[in-house]
């Protein structure tokens, strides 16, 4: 296993989906998140 492979296990994508009372009606907000060393950031 390579290190892209690696990188690529240590990343998670999260889609979180709102619907409400705005212009549009909905919004969908992606985040991704990397384990660096020991700490989980926003990459």
Do not use: C, K, N
Not at 5 to 30: C, K, M, N, S, Y
Request: zero cysteines.
């Amino acid at each position: 296993m390579g290190r892209e492979q690696i990188e690529a296990w240590l990343t998670v994508d999260v889609l979180q989906r709102l619907e409400g009372d705005f212009p549009g009606g909905v919004a969908d907000l992606h985040y991704r998140f990397a384990v660096d060393d020991e700490l989980i950031s926003r990459s």
